[in-house]
């Protein structure tokens, strides 16, 4: 199995969702969320002054976007950036990856920490904001929360924690609370960033910093292992029409270096299983 060339020169590429026929995703350093159609013809949607990542819709159709370095959910909607909420305290340092759930509340991760000062990891909260803009603490004690699915019956979160190279699933109330922790696979080989979920239960694992990039199944067992050679894997997501087309975005590295590069890519790669659940 090998990755395929799909978009290159991106700087540092991230959260890509599969939304209404096209790839949609946010390019960091360049402050900009983009698309691409299954050709790789890209569009600049909108550009987000504090650096978008994340990305999700509501039910109604409203965009969200988080805006990493000011730690706000931000809305695009008629062609107008706002800001839907403040993730201040509860973020303790960049926001990264969020999902949306079926209800349109929005669960935001974040470093918890200042890793590009040479700060020492810390425990992160990850941040629920409900449709009426309230904010709460979903979960705590959480190493690096980062890419982040549900099931399709909408009762259980799995989320990737960077730093501890896990899984972690929780169990989702009709309120959006989370409950039951507990893990969900573990992945010694992979720091897990963005993830995403396919109709066998598996899960895809991008491996920041590893070169590598997994399939896993609940309890840990690896299906599937690719070697990237000299690039690493920060984010995927199961796309196209029948959703068996895998989208990755690579690079060579990460961190504020990589501003000035253009060494990002989307790659892709045709699967047996489809995505399933959210994103």
Same mark, same amino acid.
């Given at each position: ?44 949607? %909108?550009? %987000?002054?504090? =650096? ?30 706002? %800001? ?43 941040? =629920? ?29 799995? %989320? ?70 000299? =690039? ?29 590069? =253009? ?17």
């Amino acid at each position: 199995m090998k990755l395929d060339p799909f978009v290159d020169g991106l700087s540092f590429g991230e959260g890509p969702r599969w939304h209404q026929g096209k790839l949609w995703y946010s390019d960091f350093y360049v402050h900009q969320v983009r698309t691409a159609d299954e050709n790789g013809k890209t569009e600049t949607i %909108v550009e %987000v002054p504090g =650096r978008p990542s994340g990305l999700g819709w509501r039910p109604d159709g409203t965009m969200l976007i988080v805006s990493m370095t000011d730690r706000r959910l931000m809305r695009f909607a008629g062609g107008k950036l706002s %800001v839907e909420a403040e993730l201040k305290p509860l973020a303790t340092g960049h926001c990264n990856d969020m999902i949306v759930d079926g209800k349109g509340r929005a669960y935001v991760g974040n470093f918890g920490f200042d890793r590009h000062a040479g700060e020492s990891p810390k425990p992160a909260v990850l941040v =629920r904001v409900d449709p009426d803009g309230s904010v709460h603490k979903a979960a705590d004690e959480l190493q690096f929360p980062n890419g982040t699915v549900i099931t399709p019956d909408g009762k259980t979160m799995i %989320v990737g924690e960077t730093m501890a190279k896990r899984l972690t699933a929780f169990d989702i109330a009709p309120d959006g609370t989370l409950s039951n922790r507990r893990l969900w696979a573990e992945t010694p080989n992979c720091n897990p960033d963005g993830i995403c979920l396919d109709a066998e239960g598996g899960i895809w694992v991008t491996g920041a910093f590893t070169h590598h990039m997994v399939r896993v199944l609940e309890g840990g067992k690896v299906t599937h292992d690719l070697d990237l050679g000299p =690039r690493s894997a920060y984010a995927c997501m199961l796309g196209a029409a029948d959703r068996r087309t895998l989208y990755v975005i690579t690079n060579t590295g990460s961190g504020p270096d990589m501003a000035n590069k =253009r060494d990002g890519r989307i790659e892709t790669m045709r699967v047996d299983a489809p995505g399933a659940g959210l994103p």
